[in-house]
């Protein structure tokens, strides 16, 4: 690995703020949503003022690679910041490093005008608005975009949308101020891949309708929370295409990459932080005369779970590497690879912490469960993994046939 001081210096610091200010916090947390009532859509007091304290102690902003935005970090750099951030479930927005907002703040820095960047990428990197990217739709298998069937029509001198999108994460949130919306502006084109265009919606135009919130196994994931959002003939200034028409596909290809291996980064820490739960927890139950800890089969899932962190934490490393080094298209299939095996290695490690806490492990308070919905949603978001799975086969066939 080739780790500057700077960012050694930075890890150092981000450690320490998970201690002094994270993990203490975190039934706060807890009690300030359940204390929301029924109406869970709100800011989250402890969330903001943390903020304040991460920009004070320049934490604030640590990806975006190769761009005058971010603090300057590569993505090997990065990785075991976004590592410790995943430790806790909500703590990546204090540094303002959360998803959806970080791929669409790479979409603007990548791909966006200078008067896009000014109204849409300056506040979100000052933390003072969020957003949400509207993909996925439910009338047609999404994991194919070029299935993408929402209609973005130049009429007059205006684009005029329609079209159903759901798991638009982060549109539940009353910070949410505007969308990435993917749809079709030539249908008709013959390369599928140039049908597809991305524009920038603003929450608040008319013709939006949030049609219903979106659980995960039950959970509502507030105040951040996932949406099923109807778009009728609204209407947006030509200036808010991204890119240019056509260019949609090639955009959520670009986003997609830094996204995924991001997922990845933060599983890991979620990963090491559950196994250190288990641990606790199974060192102080006692079962047929010793400790739980001391039974032959425990002490196998925890070399297991040891050996498949370390596996996937590697792998991730490389692949971050190669996106330093060669770039997002070339390091494709590594970041296939992890966003497939890293989702997987976290739900056996929360499943059998989940067996460790018996009876309390499918309760509430361990947290264990809504990080199982968590981790089981993340084989299906940013594409599935099967389309992984077959994206990494054809590239090995193609060394043989």
């Known amino acids: 690995m080739t ?3 700077k960012a050694k210096e930075t890890t150092e610091r981000l450690n320490k703020f998970m201690d002094n200010h994270i993990y203490p916090n975190e039934s706060k947390y807890a009690k300030q949503i359940d204390d929301f009532g029924n109406n869970r859509w709100q800011v989250v007091p402890i969330v903001e003022e943390l903020k304040e304290t991460a920009k004070n102690d320049d ?3 640590l990806f975006l690679p190769e761009s005058e935005y971010g603090s300057g970090y590569t993505n090997e750099e990065y990785a ?3 590592e410790i951030m995943g430790r806790s479930m909500w703590s990546a927005e204090v540094f303002n490093c959360s998803a959806p907002d970080t791929g669409n703040m790479e979409v603007l820095v990548r791909y966006g ?3 896009q960047k000014e109204k849409y990428l300056t ?3 000052e933390g003072k608005i969020r957003s949400a990217f509207a993909m996925t739709e ?4 999404s994991s194919d975009a070029t299935n993408i069937e929402s209609e973005i029509k130049m009429e007059g001198n205006q684009y005029v949308i329609n079209g159903t999108k759901w798991w638009t994460s982060g549109a539940m949130d009353p910070r949410c101020q505007f969308y990435i919306f993917m749809g079709k502006t030539d249908p008709d084109n013959e390369n599928i891949h140039k049908q597809q265009s991305m524009i ?3 929450k608040d135009t008319p013709g939006i309708k949030i049609k219903r919130h979106l659980p995960v196994f039950g959970y509502d994931d507030a105040p951040h929370g996932h949406a099923e959002i109807e778009f009728k003939d609204v209407r947006v200034p030509p200036e808010n295409i991204l890119l240019g028409e056509g260019r949609g596909f090639e955009i959520a290809q670009g986003r997609l990459g830094p996204g995924r291996i991001h997922h990845c980064m ?5 990963a090491e932080r559950t196994l250190e739960t288990m641990i606790k927890r199974l060192m102080t139950r006692k079962a047929f005369g010793k400790e739980i800890i001391r039974h032959s089969i425990w002490q196998e899932r925890i070399a297991d779970a040891r050996i498949n962190i370390e596996m996937t934490r590697l792998l991730t490393l490389k692949a971050a590497s190669m996106m330093d080094s060669v770039g997002n298209k070339v390091a494709k299939n590594e970041i296939a690879m992890i966003k497939v095996a890293a989702p997987n290695m976290a739900l056996k490690i929360i499943d059998d912490a989940i067996q460790a806490f018996g009876g309390a492990g499918v309760t509430s308070d361990p947290k264990l469960a809504q990080a199982y919905a968590g981790m089981r949603t993340l084989r299906l978001a940013d594409g599935p993994d099967e389309v992984h799975k077959q994206s990494i086969a054809r590239s090995e066939l193609k060394k043989y046939l």
């Open 113 to 115: 005008t200078k008067e």
């Open 200 to 202: 920038l919606i603003d």
């Open 80 to 82: 075991p910041m976004c």
């Open 123 to 125: 506040p979100l990197l």
């Open 3 to 5: 780790i500057s001081e």
């Open 266 to 270: 933060r599983t890991i820490g979620l």
């Open 59 to 61: 934490l604030w902003n």
């Open 138 to 141: 439910p009338a047609v298998a």
